[in-house]
């Protein structure tokens, strides 16, 4: 594994999981891969019962055949977050599956390549927007009604450091994560005294398969850049999510939790500069491996 990124003792969650969810359910939107599978895994790691939403449904088959292995109880449903329909038709199968619905993960995300704003599609925008900002807005429109049927549940959405922050050359992505930011607070404290708490993570620099894919070199870049001097992993992502859809978060409402090894907090340089002495590349000096 990539010195950069650390491998938590969360990564054996399937292993000795503390079953706090047992007798729940949850529902992931965007669970194909990534964070939203290892969330998934998780949800059914700690004892939930979950249903697992995206477009890629062979891939959603997948990581519900690795719960099943596992012992656990899932169900794969086609979604695309953007339909009412079809959101509505996810949650109705998570009540007639398990009936009932306590927990919920919005995480589904679309958007252009990076470009400066100018440069950025009309149409690409939309798309964008729609998914982050009208994705958490239809699945939470949809899941806060089955949770009030049972009493309450917790949702946690997906958003990015990036939406609190703001990022050069993602517009659309930056503004779809500051949506997805102000729908979480308004829903909060819409249903806060009604048993449903909502909150969103902000996640930084994660190993998903997007920077798998950039390589070791973006991977190391990306590692200097954070206070922390590492990458988060999905399971920590995923370990976060788990515990703010717990009781032992029972008085957290409308909070934004960042999850970026120190970004939120301000910055750290890699090196300080020395008045009249040279300075050194420290990424360049570290030695290959």
Not at 41 to 52: C, K, N, P
Not at 108 to 114: D, F, N, Q, R
Not at 138 to 149: D, E, N, S, T, V
Not at 180 to 207: C, E
């Amino acid at each position: 594994m990539d010195q950069n990124v650390h491998q938590p003792a969360a990564e054996r969650q399937a292993e000795d999981a503390d079953q706090s969810m047992r007798g729940r359910v949850a529902l992931v939107a965007g669970a194909s891969k990534g964070i939203g599978a290892a969330t998934a895994e998780a949800f059914a790691a700690a004892g939930a019962a979950v249903v697992l939403g995206a477009r890629d449904t062979a891939a959603l088959e997948a990581v519900a055949d690795r719960i099943r292995s596992r012992g656990g109880q899932a169900l794969a449903v086609g979604l695309d977050v953007t339909d009412a329909g079809s959101m509505r038709h996810v949650v109705d199968q998570a009540l007639w599956a398990f009936g009932r619905l306590d927990a919920a993960f919005n995480n589904a995300s679309a958007g252009p390549l990076p470009a400066p704003l100018a440069d950025i599609d009309p149409g690409e925008f939309d798309v964008g927007i729609a998914t982050n900002i009208r994705g958490t807005f239809l699945g939470m429109k949809y899941q806060i009604p089955a949770m009030l049927r049972t009493g309450g549940g917790a949702i946690v959405n997906m958003a990015s450091i990036a939406g609190v922050n703001g990022t050069a050359n993602l517009a659309t992505y930056v503004a779809g994560k500051a949506g997805i930011i102000g729908l979480t607070k308004v829903a909060a404290l819409d249903y806060a005294d009604q048993g449903i708490r909502v909150n969103v993570v902000a996640p930084g620099t994660i190993l998903t398969y997007h920077l798998e894919a950039a390589g070791p070199q973006a991977q190391r870049f990306a590692a200097q850049a954070t206070p922390m001097r590492r990458i988060g992993s999905t399971s920590e992502v995923a370990q976060a999510v788990l515990w703010l859809c717990s009781d032992q978060s029972s008085f957290i409402t409308g909070t934004v939790m960042p999850i970026d090894g120190g970004l939120a907090a301000g910055n750290k340089p890699p090196q300080m500069y020395r008045q009249g002495q040279p300075m050194t590349d420290p990424i360049a000096e570290q030695p290959a491996g």
